[in-house]
């Protein structure tokens, strides 16, 4: 089945910098690869998600990237904010009908003010 | 759009009891839902898979007889704990979805057995 691997667990930026958190997948049929943020005692938040068909997308100060042939994708959080403090989580499946999403084991992003 | 609620929000029981968990989609019609477990400063493990009208396929390792799921309608899936134990303990988090869409999460409710 799907592994995903993510890094780094924990990151610390200076606010105003840029936060990159990486991950890596096993199974080349997957195709779909979501980001949630969690803050503390919260729901996951989808913030950003790409298809294998693309190879990045952005939104504002997100973006992500694909590299399909490596097997890996990353986020790009640009301009940090302390309010983008919080746990970020990658996962990926097969975007077929009611397949499951395979998550990564989660990164503490701190941004200091 | 899309939101997903639970109730409650957070449940204390005593061991041996059983606890029921609500997830519905608010605005949307939810064709596949999942239940997760999360464990403090975890990530989300997820228990099984529930699409309305059909029975839930569970993970390995979950108990399907402790852990019972029904998905009554397009909006509404249950979770129920049963014979409750304090290692049962746990943030339960439902997820909604669409076909080939999005999940979308519910709040979480934090179970406490005593």
């Known amino acids: 089945g799907e592994n995903v691997e993510q890094h780094p667990s924990t990151l610390s930026v200076q606010e105003g910098d840029s936060a990159v958190i990486k991950c890596t997948y096993s199974?080349?049929?997957?195709?779909?690869f979501p980001w949630y943020k969690q803050e503390l005692g919260k729901r996951p938040q989808l913030i950003i998600d790409?298809?294998?068909?693309?190879g990045e997308k952005k939104d504002q100060r997100i973006a992500v990237t694909l590299n399909k042939t490596a097997k890996h994708f990353s986020l790009h959080i640009t301009e940090t904010q302390p309010e983008d403090s919080a746990v970020y989580f990658c996962?990926?499946?097969?975007?077929?009908?009611?397949?499951?999403?395979?998550f990564g084991a989660g990164t503490i992003l701190r941004v200091k003010s | 759009g899309a939101v997903v609620s639970q109730h409650p929000s957070r449940v204390i029981c005593k061991s041996g009891t059983s606890v029921k968990i609500e997830c519905r989609s608010l605005?949307?019609?939810?064709?596949?839902m999942f239940w997760y477990r999360q464990f403090p400063k975890k990530s989300l493990m997820l228990m099984a898979t529930?699409?309305?009208?059909?029975?839930?396929?569970?993970e390995q390792g979950v108990e399907k007889d402790k852990f019972l799921i029904n998905h009554a309608s397009l909006t509404l899936s249950t979770l129920t704990v049963t014979s409750a134990h304090p290692e049962d303990s746990s943030f339960y988090i439902c997820?909604?979805?669409?076909?080939?869409?999005?999940?979308?999460f519910g709040p979480g409710t934090r179970l406490t057995v005593t």
């Open positions: 997820s909604a979805r669409v076909h080939t869409g999005p999940q979308y």
């Open positions: 199974d080349s049929a997957s195709n779909y």
């Open positions: 790409i298809r294998s068909n693309v």
């Open positions: 996962a990926a499946s097969t975007m077929e009908y009611g397949n499951k999403l395979v």
């Open positions: 605005d949307f019609q939810a064709t596949t």
């Open positions: 529930s699409n309305e009208g059909s029975k839930a396929t569970y």
